[in-house]
């Protein structure tokens, strides 16, 4: 039996929330520019909900950007879908199915762009959501004339014309745009490159000045692991499991955040879905939201990655099934990271509830989040997410923050590479991991001589733009840690280090 509306009747209630009968004739208020995953496990996720509790009461009409391939599998299924949520929060495993009713109609933009025009002329549409990849936000030379426009924002440009012209330019007629493309100040981007294609365009002054003060382009950071497709098998089992069929079944982990910058009433009006989910915010600055990833999660993983390769962990959930790594992993966050995060804008309560879900979203038994893949670039990422982090520990403590100089050192215990053809290779524990990093050949120079690596590497300005050597205590801690590295190994170190730090 394959998920439909038809099907519904005899789809049990028991194992997966479904939607009522009056939730599938709810009106379009939403166009949301693209199919991906992430979309189908945040922004139609915080809206399905919001419809079960009868506060938004909407639906979305989705434009598949790329091809008309895929439009039949929702087609197939009356857009219906089954999103399983896997994984710990709040320390409590969690495992919930739902069946997602929030989608009403998948258009192709390369064949049925007419048709999407149309929806601008609907009085109910109220909101644009994106996420056309970070690439689809860039400039372009369209015509709104094309059918349909190449670009995404020529695409957007296209479909606000046809509803200004469909309601006169009145102000009621504009819209709420949330792209959750993962740039930084992607609605600010996003909006110059609309207005610049109106200029190019020739619309008229009266209808730039109708986007620049109608709509509302609000910045927005979004943050929820969703890979999508389950395996195989484990897509078979739940399928038993819940007497049904579905080719658009995807996975998301618990944690969900979708912050929207905007101190705009209307705004909030409009997105009244924020009000059913704990994981939506509507506030006048997204920065902290974004210091908070950035520093905790983004930050906590760069500073492990090398450390639990060392100590042999493949995956991040295996480091932390293991108690010491996972204890090392949630004193670094709690003692050495937020404390420096913590500001006008960030509490240390905040910080320290972020840091648990950091914790819970790390030892997610159902993601498999490979640690070699956060080696990627991983001078650039240590250089952006950690440095200031050193920066602001000695300036609120004057001491060396030694669980991150213990992350420093085994950064540059894996960074020693032996070349191969172009290619630098880390060998760690009888395994070979590539090392795909721009500084790599800089790194297995100093190599060539173990007994400056370290006050070269922390001193090197192209790596750090500061010389780390000049933090007190620092070069000594970090040279501590890769001779305990590299004679007693990760996990010997780890445990000598917690148990001087606790006696």
Known sequence: MILNKENLKNISGEKVVKPTAEMLELPEKVIQFGTGVLLRGLPDYFIDKANHQGIFNGRIVVVKTTSKAGVDDFADQDNLYTLCVKGIEDGVTVEENMINSSISRVLSATSEWAEILKTAQQPEMKVVISNTTEVGIVKSEDKITDNPPQSYPGKLLAFLHERYKAFNGSAESGMVIVPTELISDNADKLKEIVLDLAVQNKLGWDFENWLRTA??????????????????TAQKSIEDELGYSDGLMIMAEPFRLWAIESASEKVKEVLSFANADKGVFIVPSIEKFKELKLRLLNGTHTISCGLAILAGFHTVKEAMANEEF???????????IAPVVENEDITKDEAIAFAKSVIDRFSNPSLEHQWHAITLNYTQKLQMRNMPLIRKYYALKNEVPQLTALGVAAYIVFMNTTKDGDNYISHVNGKDFPAQDEFAEVLHNYWKNPETVVDNTLGDRRLWDKNLNNYPGFNAAVKSYVESLQNKGARETLSNLHSERTN
Request: one cysteine or more.
């Open 215 to 232: 709509n509302y382009f609000c910045k927005t950071l979004v943050d929820r692991i969703v890979p999508g497709r389950l395996p195989a």
């Open 326 to 336: 996972s204890n090392h992993v949630l004193k670094l966050m709690k003692e050495e």
